[in-house]
């Protein structure tokens, strides 16, 4: 009995051992988790196959055939209860994946800041000129009273300039024109020259009328100018060289204002103002 308990221990030792060398090597326990719900327990009456029966236990199967059967049907139960046993336990450290640490990853080697680092290009937003006020406008003629009208209303322009001013003198009334002759040093003299005159086709006669042209010869009024200066021609040519014209009418002060320098603003300030102080006098672009 003795000799069969040590040939049973001596089994059990050398399946152990075969189990220990034919399993992987184990993984750090640090670098990996147990999960419970892997690990099985095996039943008490539980039995391996046969195919699945590990090579070591064939000597016990041998030897325990050449005992009395009650002996054997008690020692072959304990062989594969060792060997299923470390096989499990195999079995569960195979199937357990081992956990690999990750690797730190690789630093990038951070851009040191120098003077020669590359430097971006500077844009420049172009500002927006203004607009050069190279507009002008001419208003007149405006007579003295158009001319403080339309001063009254210069300032609400706000014009940088004053505009400038250019006066000239304008005779204004019926526009006609009348051709006269200055008299003579004595009535009897300018009595011959109106009948010369006559006799040479032009009619005339000696004013009577008191004032400044008393005694002067008339030769004919004129509703145009050109007419008047026609004749006039006509008379020099025969040897009336004193002959004149006067148009008839008051002289008066014209004036003409310039605004330079205006931008489309001020020249539409400029145009509403026209319209509704002189809307009969338009502007003119200056020449």
């Not at 009395?68 to 299923?84: C, D, K, L, M, R």
């Not at 003299?189 to 002067?216: N, R």
């Not at 002959?243 to 001020?266: C, H, I, M, P």
Request: proline share 8%; aromatic share 6%.
């Amino acid at each position: 009995m003795k000799w069969f308990i040590g040939t049973l221990v001596v089994v059990n030792l050398l399946a152990a051992l075969y189990g220990a060398l034919k399993q992987k090597p184990e993984v750090d326990i640090h670098a990996q988790e147990v999960n419970a719900a892997q690990l099985k327990m095996l039943p008490a009456n539980w039995k391996p196959p046969v195919a699945s029966a590990p090579e070591a236990s064939a000597p016990v199967t041998d030897i325990a055939s050449s005992m009395p059967q009650a002996e054997a049907v008690t020692a072959v139960p304990t062989v594969p209860a060792v060997s299923s046993a470390v096989g499990t336990t195999a079995a569960s450290k195979e199937a357990k994946p081992a956990v690999i640490p990750a690797k730190p990853e690789a630093k990038l080697p951070e851009a040191k800041n120098d003077d020669k680092a590359v430097k971006q290009p500077d844009i420049k937003v172009a500002e927006a000129k203004p607009v050069a006020a190279t507009l002008c406008y001419s208003w007149g003629g405006l007579d003295p009273q158009q001319l403080a009208r339309v001063q009254g209303g210069v300032p609400l322009l706000k014009l940088s300039s004053p505009p400038q001013a250019s006066v000239v003198d304008q005779r204004r009334g019926s526009g006609k024109a009348w051709v006269f002759y200055p008299p003579l040093a004595t009535q009897a003299e300018t009595q011959t020259l109106v009948a010369e005159l006559k006799a040479k086709g032009f009619d005339s006669y000696i004013v009577q009328t008191p004032g400044e042209f008393k005694g002067y010869l008339s030769l004919g009024l004129f509703g145009r100018e050109e007419g008047a200066q026609a004749l006039v021609k006509r008379l020099k040519a025969a040897g009336y060289d004193k002959t004149k014209v006067d148009s008839r009418g008051d002289v008066v002060k014209v004036t003409t204002l310039s605004f330079r320098q205006l931008d489309e603003a001020t020249a539409g300030k400029l145009k509403a103002l026209q319209q509704r102080l002189l809307p009969g006098i338009p502007l003119q672009a200056c020449r």
